[in-house]
């Protein structure tokens, strides 16, 4: 009787059991219908190298491939990717579009949840044509590394041998991770194996950290796998790539497959020589993938680099590589280092798996032809990025991987970090100067910019809800109403004036106060004083529009002058309310002398406080990323980053402090902006009509607009204008340039 009462129950649990078994199987098998060769008993290839090419096994032949792929982080605004916040859904919408953009390739650099696992076999199978291809990354214990200055340390060796079986076992769905902080983990049942183009082992190569494992094992004999090995003239840290490569390709071969393997390289560790690079370590070292061998690998071995056009500064300087013109008949650097980078691999595919410029308002290095580190519109953006993907194909490569597609923004860069306080909390705003944030090809807009369109239109500030805006009730000659407004990207002000505005023989002026001190007066003021500072001051007119900033309260000459005496220093321009407002400036290079550098290397810096008249109405034919600021009838539109105002943090009200007295700024908590405008004709000299005679200007009294701290972000997806010209040079390059390159 007891028998028979437990069979319904086990009837139940096979019939669950028969379920998720079939959905296991339905993931696996028909992922597998994947069209392949098979090389030997129960081992498959899709992918393969031939000489400098790579190939497909395609309508059962080998066919050339060029690679025409995407980088895709792992992050969404207001998080940091060891959150891992993308969904399945999100996945699933940015594999379409990046499909519909021309791409074959997405290339991740370090195991993502399930959900992307699953995404793109999922999209993949109800695909029409050739799927979305995955190029998998490894991650390597990067910081770990830079840390202790060896790579064969046991403590690392462990670390990333795990981190090999893991991506291994979640590429092809047959693992279960353990959840840990920062690093994704759950279950991995979805078989994205058979998609795989090849394997991308490792990060960028810290050179101070190479030469010095090399030095440390300088006898060791070279690396003998099972199935790659490093050569006689191997080094010691290319003999423990070697090793990395070969466990990773042990791994794959339990699956029953084989694909192209590769390592992470960088231009600083490249194998030429660049003797114009006037920076020591950024060619004191080489790791060479030629020294490195498949053995028992049918798949094949390629060489793969990240190659920005403006860092190092061998792409500037070096005399060698000003040798080739493009197809417009200019001196083209990065075309010629690529023809120097693909000549020494030979009979090798060589692949650049990054290359880009960012649309952002910063920049943090010079390029030659404009491909600067920044500052670039979203239209100038594409431009430049198809540029190097054509370059990058012509040049007989096997492949492009551009970086990247969407925004993020936890990203830091070297020249606004310091000034990012708490830096724990960068995704929770967007920081447009920091140019790391902004190289998406999907933009990751701030809240607002659905909203609100910078075109000297109020209708879309009518629109806003009661309490997402402010009237400020400042009673200034000129102006009838002042609103202003904010999101995680900009504080926006819209001001309606008495009569418009004539750039051409007016300035307009908006004074900017957040906290105790600052200019109370000024030449910009005229003969007025105020009872409280200044720290910014925005001026609009036709010959020039920017943004400018207390001589005392600048944190570029107090970083860069008091601390590193990279700047002169003006003790009169160091004081409290010196009446001196200087350019908002970022640096693009520092200051370099021997024994650091070869030459003389002189600090860099370039204006970020200008503010461009345009329009933010992304489908208007004049729509410019960039825009500031944008004036019809009495109408005044304006948008400024928050850190141009002084904000370290805006989601927390932190404001840089005027105290400067250890190595680490300061912040301090703002009640909020304080606001003074006011015209004044050119042909004057100053603004007059806000003056109280006798008696310095009661700023104090004006209102300020203040807002709550947030902890969730909003913001929307949307693609940038550089969108359809990647989209255009992806759908021109169909197959690998066939035309001989010449030397």
Known sequence: MEQKRRRPYRWVFMVVIMAIASTSLWLYLDVNQVESMEIKSGIQLKFRTNEDQLEIYQGQTWQPFFAKGINLGASLPGHFPGELPITKEDYLRWFAMIDEMGANVIRVYTIHPPAFYEALVSFNQRKEGEPLYLMQGIWSPEELLIEKQDAFLPEIRDQFQQEIRDAVGAVYGAVTLPEKKGKAGGKYRANAG?????????TEWDPVMVQ?????????????????RASDQATAFESWIAEKVDIVAQEESKYGWQHPMTFTNWVTTDPLSHPGEPIYHEDMVSVDPTHIEPIHWDAGYFASYHVYPYYPDLFRYDTGLKTVKNDTGEIDTYKAYLRKLKAYHQGMPVM???????????NAHFGELGRDQGGHTEQRQGEIDAQLMREIHSEGYAGGILFVWQDEWFKKTWNTMKFELPEDRRSLWLNVLTNEKLFGVLGMHASKEDVLTIDGDKSDWEKLAVEEKQKLDVKVHGFEEIWMTHDEGYVYVLAQLEKAFDPLSQSLYVGVDTLPGGNKKAAELGSMTLDEGLETLILLGQEESEIRIASNYDFHTRLYGKRYGMLPLKEEELRDNSGVFVPWKLAVGLEMEPPDSKTYHPKEEVIVGNLRRGTTAWDHPDYNSLAAWETKDKIVELRIPWMLLGFTDPSSLQVMSYQDEGRDFVTETTRGIRILPWISDKAGDGPGTVEQAGN???????????????EEVGYHERKKQSYPLIQKVFQELTVPATEEIKP
Do not use: C, D
């Open 194 to 202: 058979p998609y795989v183009i090849g394997w991308h082992t490792g």
């Open 352 to 362: 650049v798996t990054e290359f880009g410029v960012p649309a952002s308002w910063g």
């Open 212 to 228: 010095k494992t090399n030095q440390i094992h300088k006898e060791m004999e070279p690396y003998q796998g099972t199935y790659f």
């Open 696 to 710: 310095p200007y009661p700023l104090t009294r004006l209102p300020i607009y203040s807002w709550e701290p947030w």
